[in-house]
């Protein structure tokens, strides 16, 4: 990434980055060309790249998805329905008014003693049609209630078909409860449902008021008062009454023997005619809307149809929610305008049931969001809708801290709702944004731990720790999964850290041991714990800024956090994927100088970054391993004394990482490590670090042909070896390697002259170049001439007039620097310009 001079109007330089894109981390990472925490990043942007969990190939495909949507079929059904309805209703109510004003009105004394009779049949027959029409559909809701393939039978028994009934209900409720206290009428009532029902009541939910379908007209009934049968009465009532209706109408319009006409009755056969033809027209209307109903119900199959467009086909959800949207979608229609029913969709009228107080529709709704937002098809738009909705939102994530055992399932499909709303940034943004949302989460993690002796709890609520059945595993990966997408946001990572007792939960979840890595029967549940923990963990470590630094803080402060990460490095060979979380999250520790210190200072995590690093090679996660735990080892070094000393302890290790420049692999940071143990590890490791010097012909090698960041650590490590020998045995040296004194001073002009800006994968390689410069003009007055012959000043002045903050720091979170350089590239621009003009200068 050069960056180039741009020369403005008023003559004054300014500095412009030029952006080069960056090759895939999956091509880069090997070669330790990329992902790495000694160049800057984008800020907020992670070391890996995780992978988005929005199908995008869905969005395109299926955008218009509300346009398409299956329950779509279902309101226009209503729709019809409402109009045929509606079309019948108005044709009876003005039949009903003509015959009691015009005909029973005006014509009761002169009307045939059989025409007086068949309206009044007429009309007690539409009536009843009518009355039963206008409660089929309170019956046949009352039929969803409960979910049938939850393995429970309808517990529900109905009170009456009728307003009128219920208020008859009321009354006797009231009469009662003059006579018995409340609670001895709460029992008996309960006593009754129970018998009645032969099975048990469904878990209490904290309801304190009665249904309407849970209280009997009449003891010992049985199915006769059950909704479901009322409502097949009412059906076949409707059914007789039309057909009643359109017999009696067309045999007195075929007969048309009305009596005689008499003074003032010269209008009674046109009055009747029109009476009797709209009850034929009201007849006819409502047989064609049963027929509609039929055809397309029963022949047609569209509930079934629309359950397999909606991907409802398995026994968790049925068919069920289809015929509750139905019934629904038509009480819209038929009680308001016939286009209300339009409006509806299936999430919506799912978030109408999460806000209801009873477990069943509560339980309906969560299972149609659950689905549409697990499907290819319908997830995007289902995602988008609920993520628009604040109340739906925050519903679900009140859900989450439900603790009773009896609401797990409600439970667990809201944390899968939430779990696929946080994989969408932005509605990753409104779920933490939700007051009390992290504490929501939180509550799903659970270890096991007791506290004081007492069973775990959370605010007061229900206590499940002792409940053998509950399924606390479950709740972990989804309370994690849901914790890793949400900290993919940089303020999101600040929210969880800020949550009380959520880092130390979080990293509770790293312990493992012995027994459970090397346990060949360990549950899948488990391992997947450790690794979502880990997941978590290391996206909070790496995040960038300054949360980023109270982040590492935070967790570097909690005793369990190393020795945790410990045991997976010594047990975990088994489990590859665990020890490159591992390793991935002490590297981000590690750029925190107090964490440095604590890894550092851990029994056994040196020893083991070197096992793994120089761990024989076969596989490519195995490259990947060793690399990651190189750069750990790099930045463990970096600046750091005692954790210098701690590497030399090791037998071999300086002899093992020279043969390792050789690696095409592992050479980048073993060459990083070696020079960190040069620069940071004493003077009384002299002689531990003197075998270093026969890695120079490699080295020196590496300057000449190579490019990029080898180049820049190979000259940073020639520095630090040439410091282990005398200006004789730096010329040998060079003649090991075939390379002469002049070629090796135009070869660092030709350096720098190259990278004249600073360059954002090479961000030290200037540095490197001028700390050699000075070395060599210190220890040889040979190269003083030639630099001086080569016009070095030119080019040295050239790096002084365009330095930046890049330069500065040896390691970066994100954009910024972190531990900068005691002295500034432009000091050690001066003191090599000196040198050149023979002035005396020391740095």
Not at 11 to 27: H, M, T, V, W
Not at 404 to 431: D, F, H, M, T, Y
Not at 457 to 480: C, H, K, M, P
Not at 512 to 533: C, F, M, P, Y
Request: proline fraction near 3%.
């Amino acid at each position: 990434m050069p960056i180039k001079k741009k020369q403005s109007n008023e003559g004054d330089n300014s500095i412009r980055l030029q952006i080069i894109p960056q090759p895939s981390e999956a091509s880069t990472k090997l070669n330790g060309s990329g992902g790495s925490f000694f160049e800057p990043r984008a800020e907020g942007s992670n070391r890996s790249n995780p992978t988005s969990t929005e199908p995008r190939a869905a969005d395109s495909q299926y955008r218009n998805f509300w346009d398409k949507a299956p329950e779509k079929k279902l309101t226009l059904f209503a729709l019809r329905l409402a109009v045929l309805e509606k079309a019948a209703s108005g044709l009876g109510a003005l039949g009903f008014i003509w015959a009691t004003v015009v005909l029973l009105g005006g014509f009761a004394t002169s009307m045939v003693n059989k025409d007086f009779w068949f309206v009044t049949v007429i009309l007690f027959t539409e009536g009843a049609r009518i009355f039963s029409r206008s409660h089929e559909l309170e019956l046949q809701h009352q039929t969803t209630w409960t979910i049938a393939d939850a393995g429970k039978h309808s517990l529900r028994a109905i009170a009456s078909s009728s307003r009128f009934f219920m208020r008859v209900i009321k009354a006797i409720f009231q009469q009662l409860s003059a006579i018995k206290s409340e609670n001895q009428l709460q029992k008996h009532i309960t006593d009754d449902i129970q018998m009645i029902a032969h099975t048990p009541v469904l878990p209490h939910t904290g309801q304190q008021t009665w249904i309407s379908s849970d209280v009997t007209l009449m003891l010992y009934t049985n199915w006769v008062v059950l909704s479901k049968n009322i409502s097949r009465v009412l059906y076949w009532l409707q059914l007789l009454s039309a057909v009643a209706c359109m017999t009696l109408s067309l045999m007195r319009l075929v007969q048309q023997n009305y009596g005689e006409d008499q003074p003032g009755t010269e209008n009674r056969k046109p009055a009747l005619n029109l009476f009797y033809g709209l009850a034929l027209a009201e007849a006819l209307m409502f047989l064609l809307e049963k027929a509609y109903w039929e055809w397309t119900i029963s022949i047609c199959k569209l509930l079934e149809q629309v359950k397999q467009e909606c991907e409802f086909g398995t026994a968790d959800i049925g068919i069920v929610p289809i015929k509750r949207f139905l019934y629904d979608a038509y009480s819209s229609c038929i009680n308001g305008s016939v286009f209300d029913g339009l409006k509806m969709d299936l999430v919506s009228f799912a978030g109408e049931l999460l806000d209801s107080d009873f477990h069943d529709e509560q339980l309906i709704g969560l299972q149609i969001l659950q689905k549409f937002a697990k499907s290819d098809r319908f997830s995007s738009d289902t995602l988008r809708k609920i993520g628009t909705s604040t109340s739906m939102m925050e519903r679900l994530i009140d859900m989450l801290s439900w603790k009773n055992p009896a609401k797990e399932k409600i439970r667990r499909l809201a944390a899968e709702i939430v779990s696929k709303l946080a994989g969408k940034k932005q509605n990753a943004l409104r779920v933490a944004g939700i007051p009390a949302s992290m504490e929501c989460v939180s509550s799903l993690l659970y270890t096991g731990r007791k506290l004081d002796n007492k069973p775990y709890e959370i605010w007061g609520r229900d206590i499940v720790a002792d409940q053998t059945n509950y399924e606390f595993s479950a709740f972990n990966l989804l309370g994690l999964l849901i914790l890793k997408k949400l900290a993919n946001d940089h303020e999101n990572c600040w929210r969880i850290g800020n949550t009380r007792g959520l880092l130390a939960k979080i990293i509770d979840f790293t312990s493992t041991g012995e027994q459970l890595l090397r346990n060949d029967h360990a549950t899948e549940s488990q391992i997947k714990a450790v690794k979502r923990s880990l997941q978590v963990a290391k996206k909070l470590v790496s995040t960038t800024g300054e949360t980023g630094k109270m982040l590492r803080r935070e967790i570097s402060n909690i005793v369990f956090t190393v020795s945790n990460i410990r045991d997976i490095l010594e047990y975990g060979e088994n489990h590859m994927l665990l020890q490159m979380q591992g390793i991935e999250m002490l590297t981000s520790l590690a750029m925190d100088q107090d964490a440095r210190e604590k890894i550092g200072s851990t029994g056994g995590i040196i020893r083991l970054l070197l096992s793994i690093f120089f761990k024989p090679r076969l596989t490519q996660k195995e490259n990947k391993l060793c690399v990651e735990a190189g750069e750990t080892l790099a930045l463990l070094t970096l600046e750091s004394m005692q954790n210098s000393k701690h590497i030399l302890n090791e037998k071999g290790v300086v002899d093992q990482l020279v043969d390792l420049l050789t690696d095409p692999v592992l050479q980048i940071n073993s060459s990083r490590i070696l020079r960190n143990l040069c620069a940071y590890s004493g003077s009384e490791n002299f002689f531990c670090l003197r075998g270093v010097t026969v890695a120079a012909p490699t080295v020196l090698h590496s300057i000449m042909v190579e490019d990029g960041k080898l180049l820049q650590e190979s000259i940073g490590l020639t520095m630090q070896i040439f410091r282990f020998m005398t200006p004789e045995e730096q010329d040998k040296e060079l003649k090991r390697a075939c390379i002469s004194a002049t070629n090796f001073a135009k070869k660092l002009l030709e350096i720098l002259e190259k990278y004249n800006a600073p360059c954002v994968k090479v961000p030290r390689i200037r540095r490197f170049v001028i700390e050699l410069v000075i070395w060599l003009m210190k220890s040889h007055e040979k190269y003083r001439q030639l630099f001086r012959k080569f016009e070095m000043d030119r080019a040295i002045k050239s790096v002084a007039e365009t330095t930046s903050e890049l330069e500065c720091f040896p390691v970066f979170s994100g954009s910024i620097g972190l531990n900068r350089h005691d002295i500034s590239l432009s000091s050690l621009a001066d003191v090599a310009l000196e040198l050149l003009m023979n002035m005396k200068s020391k740095i």
